[in-house]
């Protein structure tokens, strides 16, 4: 963990394992969130943003009096981002900490394994990052509550994109595991509805733990593709980026729509100038974009928090987890299972991106998506996404 997020987190009380005391009555007691993100292995700078995001809504929640007058106390376990450790420390949340709630996860394997348990439980689960639409369909159940948006509406909106494009010659580059084949499904199903003539040439799937790129990049290339989708998420664009620009690909390439959040500030930075220009990526929320004062509020919390100009997008998802389990509780006017779940079906929420709607059906959030093009830009000395556009989710979910 890097110093500055190792410092966001144990400034606030996100570690904080003590127990309620005993003498407090059940509607004096401290309401406990238990939070599983990855804080160690490869995914883990994605999951230190998400559980400061969380615990910024947590400060927040406690400064203003707490929900219906208690205090909040925070559990962060670490998930590790496989599925396993998810599973475990979801457990010990329930079991050890005895926690009301539970939110988070990062990968779509972890978010499958974190809603078994809230089943297994009988415990709210609201998630915060993963995208797999099984999880609000074929393993939905009645206590997974979904904030991030899912695979149908990324894949979808990438679909909306690469037709606004022109492109006729598509080859895909997608994980071989739940969240890649999950959004080709998506893609496909948008490019359907939208009557589109653009024909898939070339379909290859690179393992989630591959680090040589080399097969698939050069696949694409021998493909005839002037356009392709990519599902390389997060931190693991950065190597994939670097090798494909090697072999000339995003030159060759007209058009390439990369899901996965790699238009996030945190990539841009990373990569600098190995960021390639005019490729279309996504992310969860833009510091300079759009310019609300809701949004601008956030902003500069979190400005504050992380001590930078220009702050990373991944703290918004567990922030937003937390916004909805909030507002589902204050709805509720309680924190009984039963009462939040009624409450949380069909609400609508206030978020710094704009108001959220629960559906009742599959307890999904409306969580658009945000898409810029990659440019430079002469004030940063990082690339940009310009122009920005956000592609609702109310027609793809």
């Not at 003539?197 to 790129?213: G, K, N, S």
Request: aromatic share 10%.
């Amino acid at each position: 963990m890097n110093r500055r997020l190792r410092l966001a987190l144990l400034g606030a009380s996100v570690f904080s394992m003590a127990a309620a005391p005993a003498a407090l009555a059940d509607d004096e007691r401290p309401i406990r969130i238990g939070a599983a993100y990855p804080l160690t292995g490869p995914a883990a700078f994605n999951g230190e943003l998400a559980a400061v995001g969380h615990e910024m809504m947590v400060d927040k929640i406690n400064e203003a009096g707490g929900i219906l007058g208690r205090q909040v106390e925070s559990f962060i376990r670490d998930s590790q981002g496989n599925p396993a450790d998810a599973t475990q420390a979801a457990r010990d949340l329930v079991t050890l900490d005895d926690v009301d709630f539970l939110v988070g996860g990062l990968t779509s394997a972890e978010g499958l394994a974190i809603s078994e348990v809230a089943l297994q439980e009988e415990i709210i689960y609201i998630a915060a990052i993963p995208k797999t639409v099984q999880m609000s369909e074929e393993n939905f159940h009645r206590y997974m509550f979904r904030t991030a948006a899912n695979t149908n509406t990324e894949g979808g909106s990438a679909a909306i994109l690469l037709d606004d494009l022109g492109a006729e010659r598509i080859c895909t580059v997608l994980y071989d595991y739940a969240y890649g084949h999950d959004l080709l499904k998506g893609f496909e199903a948008q490019m359907e509805r939208l009557g589109s003539d653009a024909e898939i040439v070339a379909q290859t799937w690179p393992a989630l733990d591959v680090t040589d790129y080399t097969p698939y990049i050069t696949e694409v290339m021998g493909a005839g593709c002037d356009g392709v989708f990519a599902g390389i998420w997060g931190g693991t664009f950065v190597p994939f980026a670097k090798q494909a620009d090697s072999f000339g690909m995003f030159d060759q390439v007209e058009h390439f729509v990369g899901a996965g959040e790699i238009g996030s500030q945190e990539i841009m930075e990373e990569l600098g100038d190995d960021m390639p220009l005019g490729v279309w990526g996504n992310s969860y929320e833009v510091w300079y974009y759009p310019d609300t004062p809701e949004h601008n509020e956030y902003v500069e919390e979190l400005r504050q928090r992380l001590d930078t100009e220009y702050p990373a997008s991944w703290p918004i998802t567990g922030y937003m987890a937390m916004q909805a389990l909030v507002a589902g509780i204050e709805t509720a006017g309680s924190i009984d299972t039963d009462e939040v779940i009624g409450a949380l079906e069909g609400l609508t929420f206030d978020s710094p991106i704009g108001p959220q709607t629960i559906r009742e059906s599959d307890h999904q959030a409306n969580r658009g998506q945000f898409w810029g093009q990659v440019a430079d830009h002469p004030d940063y000395d990082f690339r940009i996404l310009d122009p920005v556009r956000y592609i609702p989710a109310d027609d793809l979910m």
